[in-house]
């Protein structure tokens, strides 16, 4: 679904990204792991949009992507979420999973007036989602809940929750886990499989924890200094000496 070719991303003379190739297939839960400052969450940001690449190219299902901006990259099923969540706090997790773009076309007022019934209509089917979406996700009960009084571990899972409002094809997850307890971990973990299992969803996901990559992911990348350094499943990266080395070197 995803292919990246000699990707650079530079931040002034800091190569972050450092020529990285790599593809994502369709239907899988590819992992991205490497030590701190690899470019796991620039290469991230390369392809969701958030920054230009300094050269290379990203391609989708053929269709080259290379630094379209993050809502046309949305409307293609697109979907990144961050390292840290950011929900809208003084609102409920039911209207978080609401506010989520949808195809509205700028309404005037005046139309506003003339369509409210549609209005109300389409409010209502939004919110039949969202409460389909707090069920799948197993936390119904926080859904008057602010989701500024949530855990961290509710944040991630309300913003997996917001990938779910819309026609998602491809989801990278950045740390998920980060902070997370062992309890919530194995909650949004299953929700990952869920999601790819019965709706399809393709998903890349960079992860510290190995027992939730090992679990999840197949196959695994190993980045490091910018480049990727090794693939193949969890247990042959994690026996490969290269990327042994390269953990043991931060
Ligand atoms: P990872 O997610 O693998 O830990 P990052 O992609 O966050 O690594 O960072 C890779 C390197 O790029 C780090 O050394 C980081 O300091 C640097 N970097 C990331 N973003 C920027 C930026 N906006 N400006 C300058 N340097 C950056
Ligand atoms: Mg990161």
Known sequence: MIRVENLHKHFGGFRAVDGASLEIATGSITGLIGPNGA??????NVIAGVHKPTSGRVTMDGEDITGLPPHELFHKGL?????????FPTMTVRENLMMVPGGQSGETLWNAWFNRGQIAREEEALRKKADEVLEFLTITHLADEYAGNLSGGQKKLLELGRTMMVEAKIVFLDEVGAGVNRTL?????DAIVRLNKERGYTFCVIEHDMDFIGRLCNP??????GKVLAEGSPEEVLANEAVIEAYLGT
């Open 79 to 87: 979907l990144r979420t961050f390292q840290i969540a950011h929900e």
């Open 185 to 189: 971990l194995n909650t949004i973990g």
């Open 39 to 44: 470019g796991k969450s620039t290469l991230f």
């Open 220 to 225: 695994v990348i190993v980045m490091a200094e």
